[in-house]
């Protein structure tokens, strides 16, 4: 009965913002990798952020997205900062399935819990 909610997508112009959120529920993540991928329609998901005790950004967001936590809340936040087109995608929450674990192991974590998603589309 895991479940994680994303909520804040929708439509921006190029150069604009958007905030996502996740909130978790059945289970607590306190200890547990957590973050972001996405997918854009006809490519394979990619990954995006992750946070632990510390952070992991894909070089593509670098600088530009920012992901923090709040762990008494149990949601994990991304603050995305000038939008390009190349950012249109489904963003699903992810968290990871093992405790402990760096922020960098959310890449490749092959049994990752995941959120249904929410569309994030900028405009050109």
């Known amino acids: 009965q895991v479940q994680l909610v994303e909520s804040g997508g929708g439509v921006v112009q190029a150069g604009g913002s958007l905030s996502l959120s996740c909130t978790a529920s059945?289970?607590?993540?306190?200890?547990?990798?957590m973050g972001w991928f996405r997918q854009a329609p006809g490519k394979e998901r990619e990954f995006v952020a992750a946070?632990?005790?510390?952070?992991d950004y894909a070089d593509s967001v670098k600088g530009r997205f920012t992901i923090s936590r709040d762990n008494a809340k149990s949601t994990i936040s991304l603050q995305m900062n000038r939008l390009k087109p190349e950012d249109t995608a489904v963003y699903h929450c992810?968290?990871?399935?093992?405790?402990?674990?760096?922020?960098?192991?959310?890449?490749?974590?092959?049994?990752?819990?995941w959120g249904q998603g929410t569309q994030v589309t900028v405009s050109s």
């Open positions: 992810a968290a990871d399935s093992y405790p402990f674990r760096s922020a960098t192991a959310l890449r490749s974590a092959s049994s990752n819990y």
């Open positions: 059945g289970r607590t993540f306190g200890n547990y990798a």
């Open positions: 946070i632990s005790r510390n952070t």
